[in-house]
């Protein structure tokens, strides 16, 4: 069991351009959830699936932000038109039962 | 909507002493989790503990449900208890979990 796999572990992109970011959950979970940490903000949740169905978005900026899961084994999260404020550790958690098992985040950092 | 709070926000200990975190939440939770976080490191899940206590190694957790707290003790830290501790809970109106501040540790040598 590899955990939650997130990818890429970093990502540098310029103001106005487009970041991909990926998560393949654990095999088996049927919730995936993807939260951003910032120095200032803390942990925030951004936008929940349950077998693969959008069921919370409630944490989404809503212009540039989306999410999808086209299939159980992965989830991307996009954002269009970076700004500087979306620099952060985007994390991605999975889960069975109760408990969420996180990943190890994708650092992005916005010039 | 809801609210965590986790005191103290920080917390220097000399190796060999015990800590006590506190986690407040401002509704009923029906998940609570406790997480540790190394600097630059992934959340690892300490414990899954919505009501009750459990032990593992020299950590315990201790949930009174209908209190809205928790805690956390550690016993004869260790400098490798350094980190953050982090507090989450949801309740039934959704899935998400809604985080502490953290408590930041360091456990002098």
């Known amino acids: 069991n590899a955990g939650v796999i997130q990818t890429p572990r970093h990502k540098v992109t310029g103001k106005g351009q487009e970041a991909t970011l990926w998560c393949e959950p654990i095999?088996?979970?049927?919730?995936v959830f993807w939260y951003r940490q910032t120095i200032v903000q803390g942990l925030e949740f951004l936008t929940y699936f349950r077998n693969q169905a959008p069921i919370d978005d409630s944490g989404m900026p809503k212009e540039r932000f989306s999410a999808q899961m086209p299939n159980q084994s992965h989830s991307t999260l996009k954002i269009q038109s970076t700004q500087p404020q979306d620099s952060a550790v985007y994390l991605c958690?999975?889960?069975?039962?109760?408990?969420?098992?996180f990943g190890p985040g994708t650092r992005l950092t916005v010039l | 909507g809801q609210q965590v709070q986790q005191s103290p926000a920080s917390l220097v200990l000399q190796e060999g002493e015990n800590a006590e975190l506190q986690c407040n939440f401002s509704?009923?939770?029906?998940?609570l989790q406790w997480f540790y976080q190394h600097p630059g490191g992934r959340l690892v899940s300490l414990f899954y503990?919505?009501?009750g206590t459990k032990h593992t190694g020299r950590l315990t957790s201790t949930t009174v449900t209908n209190e809205r707290r928790s805690s956390l003790h550690i016993s004869s830290s260790q400098t490798t208890d350094s980190g953050t501790y982090f507090c989450a809970m949801n309740n039934n109106a959704g899935a998400k979990l809604t985080f502490g501040g953290g408590t930041r540790l360091t456990v002098r040598p």
């Open positions: 958690a999975s889960r069975t039962g109760g408990e969420q098992y």
């Open positions: 095999s088996g979970h049927s919730a």
């Open positions: 503990n919505p009501s």
């Open positions: 509704s009923t939770a029906t998940r």
